[in-house]
Nanobody, 114 residues
Framework: QVQLVESGGGLVQPGGSLRLSCAAS????????MGWYRQAPGKQRELVSS???????NYGDSVKGRFTISRDNAKSTVSLQMNSLKPDDTAVYYC????????WGQGTQVTVSS
């Protein structure tokens, strides 16, 4: 089993920044993709960003140029730097990992509001 623990969510004004982090523990040796999804009220869960163990990165169209994902393979952590935040970025952000199975964190709330 793999456990994912997120941190770093909160309330921020439009145009502000937040940094999310996710730490993986347990049977992590087989994990080859980590990343973030988000889900806003009344909307489907959508991909925010992903990064492979080899460093291949993917971003959702709505966050390109504003968000940056990074991964520390040695520490089994993945981080998401979110800049120029907009009210539409308000959602619960979920860390995920792909290995033998798909694993999910408990989610962290990000609220962008003045």
């Amino acid at each position: 089993q793999v456990q994912l623990v997120e941190s770093g969510g909160g309330l921020v004004q439009p145009g502000g920044s937040l940094r999310l982090s996710c730490a993986a523990s347990g049977s992590i040796s087989g994990i080859y993709v980590m990343g973030w999804y988000r889900q806003a009220p009344g909307k489907q869960r959508e991909l925010v960003s992903s990064i492979t163990i080899g460093g291949t990165i993917n971003y959702g169209d709505s966050v390109k140029g504003r968000f940056t994902i990074s991964r520390d393979n040695a520490k089994s952590t993945v981080s998401l730097q979110m800049n120029s935040l907009k009210p539409d970025d308000t959602a619960v952000y979920y860390c995920y990992a792909v290995g033998k199975n798909n694993y999910w964190g408990q989610g962290t709330q990000v609220t962008v509001s003045s």
